[in-house]
């Protein structure tokens, strides 16, 4: 019974089918063919007219939560005498950015503008 429910499964065939990306929809139109039929939808740009779309930058958010501690993790492999998922360093948001922004100059003066224009 088991070798033969996995080999059904084995068998099965998917149909992936495009997804349909647009600019704008309207209300129902999305409800009705997209919602209710529980198909995705890329909506795409949705958010420019949102304040949040020119407010959250990155010294916006360093105001806001700057005195927050947050976890650093890097790219090195996993220490098995350590925790799981345990940051490499922990500092405040604020000292963050000034970090990205400090690292961003020095590596390079002009994606300083493009990193102070950075949306989350």
Do not use: C
Not at 3 to 27: G, N, S, W
Request: hydrophobic content about 40%.
């Amino acid at each position: 019974m088991f070798t033969y429910e996995i080999h059904e499964a084995l068998q099965m065939k998917f149909k992936l089918t495009p997804i349909d990306l647009v600019q704008d929809i309207a209300k129902e139109d999305f409800e009705q063919n997209y919602l209710r039929a529980r198909r995705p939808l890329i909506l795409k740009n949705r958010s420019k007219n949102w304040p949040a779309h020119e407010k959250w930058n990155l010294d916006y958010m360093k105001t806001v939560v700057g005195d927050k501690t947050v976890p650093l993790y890097d790219s090195s492999k996993a220490d098995p005498s350590k925790p799981i998922n345990a940051p490499a360093a922990e500092m405040k948001f604020a000292d963050y950015v000034d970090l990205i922004k400090s690292t961003v100059l020095i590596s390079d003066k002009n994606n300083y503008s493009q990193m102070d224009k950075f949306r989350f």
